[in-house]
């Protein structure tokens, strides 16, 4: 198995791949199977227009705790770690190579991400991004992750001593605006197991990336695109 380095893999999700204990997703005890959903949908009919927003206006229009409902608490952002990651075992992520296969690695200036901490029957997670930019580059974009990403069913993520096992599937995706993307994300790693559900929503010149337990991403999914889509 070739590896190549990296510093963050694979879009919002993996805040999960060096922090399992921490149930980003819905921790499951191991040996537990996750099905997956039939394909995403694409070309919804939403008109929505296509002048790229800013950052600032982006970070209007993420979900708040006020949006959320009780139970939610902020995240402060975590500090981008220095350690390389090492994948094995994704020759498509290999071959996307450097930073095109992390968040900040999608190449889109115009950005603004949440996340938050639900304390419901178990702890989990829940996370928001919105991008900008042209629609077609957004879906070059998200399209060229999600696609190496799902090519490989499984695969490993390790950062020194801490190695995690992953499982790609394809998850079934609401037929919400222009393009639609969805993926379940298995993290395996001590006896433990976390999986986050990804769902990816271009709408025009925003992009609406939720990641976390899965409950939590098809509960607020609707929400966050109504918001982005919102002027402030």
Request: glycine share 10%.
């Amino acid at each position: 198995m070739r590896r190549f380095t990296t510093t963050v893999l694979g879009l919002g999700a993996v805040f999960t791949v060096l922090a399992l204990t921490g149930c980003a997703g819905h921790a499951e005890p191991a040996g537990t199977s996750a099905s997956a959903s039939a394909s995403a949908h694409r070309g919804g009919s939403t008109a929505a227009a296509s002048v790229p927003l800013s950052s600032a206006q982006l970070d209007q229009r993420l979900l708040n705790i006020g949006d959320l409902g009780e139970g939610y608490t902020r995240k402060p952002e975590a500090p981008r770690r220095n350690d390389d990651v090492t994948v094995i075992g994704c020759p498509a992520l290999e071959k996307l190579g450097g930073d095109t296969a992390t968040g900040s690695g999608l190449d889109f200036a115009r950005k603004a991400k949440a996340s938050f901490a639900y304390s419901g029957s178990s702890s989990s997670e829940v996370s928001e991004e919105l991008y900008s930019d042209s629609p077609a580059k957004l879906s070059t974009g998200i399209s060229t992750v999600f696609d190496a990403m799902l090519s490989c069913p499984s695969y490993q993520v390790a950062s020194g001593s801490t190695a995690v096992d992953i499982g790609t599937a394809k998850s079934a995706a609401p037929n919400l605006g222009d393009e639609q993307w969805s993926q379940l994300l298995t993290f395996s790693a001590g006896g433990q197991r976390s999986v986050v559900k990804q769902t990816a929503i271009r709408d025009g010149s925003i992009l609406v990336l939720v990641s976390g337990a899965p409950g939590l991403v098809d509960t607020h999914l609707d929400k966050a695109l109504a918001k982005a889509r919102t002027a402030r």
